[in-house]
C-alpha cells in the first residue's frame, strides 16, 4: 500500500505564501497523475491543480497565476506553492496519487490533508 505524507499547511497573512508538499511512499510499481483537492465545510471537495507523468498542468480557475504544481518524479513527491494568499483560499488541502499496480490498472491514495488559513 502506498501512503502520501503531506507538509507545509499553516496560517499566513492575506498576500503572503505557502508551499505544501506531499510525498508518496511504499510499494510503487509508478505514479500517473499527483494533484491536490481542497475543501471548506460544508462544501464539496474542489480540485486545486493536477499534474499528470508526462507535464501536464490543469488549474483551477481560482488559483491561475497564483498558484504553481511541481513534481519530482524520482522523490514521488508533489508540491504545490501558493502564492498571493487569499481569505477565501482557506481550506484543507489533500494531495492524491494515481497509483499503476502492477501488472495493470491503478487507485487513487490520498494524504491526510493539510490546513491553509489565510487570515490577518
Known amino acids: 500500500q502506498v501512503q502520501l505524507v503531506e507538509s507545509g499547511g499553516g496560517l499566513v497573512q492575506p498576500g503572503g505564501s505557502l508551499r505544501l508538499s506531499c510525498a508518496a511512499s511504499g510499494s510503487i510499481f509508478g505514479i500517473n497523475a499527483m494533484g491536490w483537492y481542497r475543501q471548506v465545510p460544508g462544501k464539496q471537495r474542489e480540485l486545486v491543480a493536477t499534474i499528470t507523468s508526462g507535464g501536464t498542468i490543469i488549474y483551477a480557475d481560482s488559483v491561475k497565476g497564483r498558484f504553481t504544481i511541481s513534481r519530482d518524479n524520482a522523490k514521488n513527491t508533489v508540491y504545490l506553492q501558493m502564492n498571493s494568499l487569499k481569505p477565501e483560499d482557506t481550506a484543507v488541502y489533500y494531495c492524491?496519487?494515481?497509483?499503476?499496480?502492477?501488472?495493470?490498472?491503478?487507485?487513487?491514495?490520498w494524504g491526510q490533508g493539510s490546513q491553509v488559513t489565510v487570515s490577518s
Open positions: 492524491y496519487a494515481d497509483i499503476r499496480r502492477f501488472p495493470s490498472g491503478n487507485y487513487r491514495s
